[in-house]
């Protein structure tokens, strides 16, 4: 009865349960991190990896395509980590960014979506093509997946791809997106990925704005703004550019 | 006053998004263009412009303040409803595909921060 009780209250306060649950994980990993790395992998870093690992395992027992959110006593965090809070905290964080660092980096940022987009379609082409695709409009439908998992049905549905392509498109995206989270903490002293500048030219080539806001946050989230910033013209300029241009170069080198 | 913080920011998102969502349909796209990124920009003016007449109270910054420091508890719950076991599952040919793209593109970066920099010098 109390049981029953108490999982009432909790589903009925989704959100409220989400809050607890999440702020549970960041205080465990940020003991993980003092404790059993000595503070040298950061604590947010590990918590979104967590947060990855726990994703997969909801998905593993429930069958869903969202993660932990699946299980019905955690939706909250379905909500809580959803497109319209991440956008809120991302704009939020502009907040104590630098106007002309950003005015600065224009060119650059702009730069650096279009070559973001051409090098990750061309490498996901490649790819399809290494694993024997030789249709113009599946090569292109995986390319684009390979860009962002919202660039790659789009493309693909434009095309007119089979549903079993888009998938495989979604799968890339998905993939891109939680290796850019999991791995840009390591990467960033390599890269140097270590300034406003050089995050803008990062949220430009990365492109997927879960992966970037992700990363960065697990890296230093003083850069957040301006690698989001970049990042969020990136799936535009995909949606643009993979069904006409990019789309009519494969159909000519195929 | 608190609430005139989160209104500030709420206004800001809602106005990005919707130019984001027509800049995607005159282009033709079906996809927001940038409409985060323009909220950013239409925060950052605005909240120059009115420090110029009359500054923000630090109360009414703690509302914008608060949602910018839950950024990493949101982008936790973020990263545990992502889709991870479909992106495992997608077979090899995605997994390839997703892990050669990402180091690509780490790559790139000192190629296009060394580019932009250098640019800057010259001029």
Redesign the interface.
């Known amino acids: 009865m109390i049981l029953d009780s108490l999982q009432r209250v909790l589903s009925a306060n989704a959100l409220i349960t989400?809050?607890m649950f999440?702020?549970a994980?960041?205080w465990l990993?940020y003991l993980i991190s003092a404790k059993l790395t000595r503070g040298h992998v950061h604590g947010?870093a590990i918590?979104?990896?967590?947060?990855?690992?726990?994703?997969?395992y909801?998905?593993?027992t429930t069958g869903g395509?969202?993660?932990?959110?699946d299980i019905p006593l955690?939706a909250g965090?379905?909500i809580?980590?959803?497109a319209m809070?991440?956008?809120?905290?991302?704009?939020?964080?502009?907040?104590?960014?630098d106007?002309s660092t950003?005015k600065?980096?224009g060119?650059?940022g702009a730069?650096?979506i279009v070559?973001?987009v051409v090098?990750?379609f061309g490498?996901?082409a490649v790819?399809?093509v290494a694993?024997g695709y030789t249709d113009p409009i599946a090569v292109t439908t995986?390319g684009a997946?390979?860009?962002t998992y919202?660039?790659g049905p789009?493309t693909g549905?434009?095309l007119g791809a089979g549903s079993d392509i888009i998938?495989?498109?979604?799968?890339?995206?998905?993939?891109?997106?939680?290796?850019?989270?999991v791995?840009t903490p390591f990467?960033a002293p390599r890269?140097?990925?270590n300034s406003p500048?050089?995050a803008l030219?990062?949220g430009g080539?990365?492109?997927t704005?879960?992966g970037v806001?992700?990363g960065l946050?697990a890296t230093d989230?003083k850069l957040?703004?301006y690698g989001?910033?970049?990042a969020?013209?990136y799936?535009?300029?995909?949606?643009?550019l993979a069904p006409s241009i990019l789309f009519l170069l494969v159909r000519m080198m195929l | 006053m608190t609430i005139y913080g989160v209104a500030l920011l709420s206004f800001c998102m809602l106005m990005g998004v919707f130019v984001g969502d027509l800049l995607g349909e005159v282009i033709g796209v079906q996809a927001n263009v940038g409409g985060v990124g323009i909220a950013m920009l239409l925060l950052l003016v605005l909240h120059n412009l009115m420090s110029r007449e009359r500054p923000l109270s630090p109360i009414t910054e703690t509302g914008v303040g608060f949602w910018s420091a839950m950024y990493i508890p949101i982008v936790v719950a973020m990263a545990a409803r992502q889709n991870v076991f479909g992106a495992l599952s997608g077979g090899w040919m995605a997994i390839v595909a997703g892990v050669a793209a990402v180091a690509a593109s780490f790559a790139m970066i000192p190629v296009l921060a060394h580019f932009g920099q250098g640019g800057r010098d010259d001029s």
């Open positions: 989400a809050f999440v702020g994980l960041v990993s947010s918590a979104i990896t967590l947060g990855l690992v726990l994703a997969w909801g998905g593993l395509n969202t993660g932990l959110a955690l965090v379905g809580m980590g959803g809070f991440r956008d809120f905290a991302i704009v939020a964080t502009a907040f104590g960014a106007l950003l600065r980096a060119l650059v730069m650096s070559v973001g090098l990750s490498i996901g790819v399809a694993f995986i997946g390979a860009a919202i660039v789009v549905t434009a998938a495989l498109s979604v799968a890339a995206g998905l993939t891109k997106s939680v290796l850019v989270m791995g990467v890269i140097g990925l500048y050089a030219i990062y080539l990365m492109g704005t879960s806001a992700g946050a989230p957040v703004p989001a910033m970049t969020t013209f799936t535009g300029v995909g949606c643009l």
